[in-house]
């Protein structure tokens, strides 16, 4: 590499990617503390579940509960979570998309 030959040097490449880092984990963090729901049987079943998408939650309205049924109400908590956790992946690519889309090929010489 020839010196002032319109070459990003190495160290402002470390410090790009230094800070995308820093940037990518603030991000993460945000997610893993934010909180989304999804729903089911119009609401009778509903999941809470971080942006990571692990589940905080889980509410299940008594009109719901038929002991002779028990597999809708599976189907509506499966259906509910589910929906929580579609929703914490749109929150992922929200949050994580500008951050990430800068990695392929937006810091010359690093294998992203």
């Not at 160290?11 to 800070?19: D, G, R, T, V």
């Not at 934010?34 to 309205?61: H, W, Y």
């Not at 599976?74 to 992922?92: G, I, P, S, T, Y």
Request: charged residues 20%; without cysteine; proline residues 6%.
């Amino acid at each position: 590499m020839i010196p002032g030959g319109g070459q990003p040097n190495m160290q402002e490449l470390l410090q790009q990617a230094q800070k995308m880092q820093q940037e990518l984990a603030r991000a993460q963090e945000e997610l893993a503390e934010t909180e989304v729901e999804g729903q089911a049987g119009g609401g009778l079943v509903r999941a809470t579940v971080t942006g990571a998408g692990d589940l905080r939650g889980l509410e299940i309205d008594p009109r719901a509960v038929d002991p002779e049924d028990t597999e809708t109400l599976a189907d509506l908590v499966v259906a509910a979570v589910q929906a929580a956790n579609e929703n914490a992946q749109k929150l992922q690519q929200q949050k994580l998309g500008p951050l990430t889309q800068g990695l392929g090929g937006g810091i010359p010489g690093m294998p992203f």
